[in-house]
């Protein structure tokens, strides 16, 4: 199967919220899995319509995941508005988090 069902698995629950995650949730997410040996798969997202997919695969299977998004993705993300020069890194930096 693509995904493993791990409501099967003996792996103690993990509470945290749905959606974006902070440093901390995030942290706790990462020692999770490495304490029960699984993986967090990243993808890289090259528009919202890849976005769109990731997300409702990772909610059908109920596992994390997490959305990649290259400069040049961020800097799409963040509008025409916005140079593409390498020198505007704050608003690529935004694009991404408008990504997520």
Not at 14 to 22: I, K, R, Y
Not at 33 to 42: C, E, L, N, S, T
Request: hydrophobic fraction near 35%; include cysteine.
């Amino acid at each position: 199967p693509l995904f493993v069902d791990m409501s099967e698995a003996k792996v103690e629950p993990l509470d945290l919220p749905t959606g974006v995650l902070t440093g901390d949730e995030t942290r706790k997410l990462f020692l999770h899995a490495q304490k029960y040996g699984y993986a967090i798969p990243a993808f890289n997202c090259t528009s919202s319509s890849t976005i769109n997919c990731v997300l409702e695969a990772a909610r059908d299977s109920k596992s994390p995941i997490i959305i990649q998004v290259s400069t040049s993705g961020a800097w799409f993300y963040a509008g025409k508005g916005v140079r593409n020069d390498g020198k505007d890194k704050k608003k690529t930096l935004e694009g991404s988090v408008l990504g997520a």
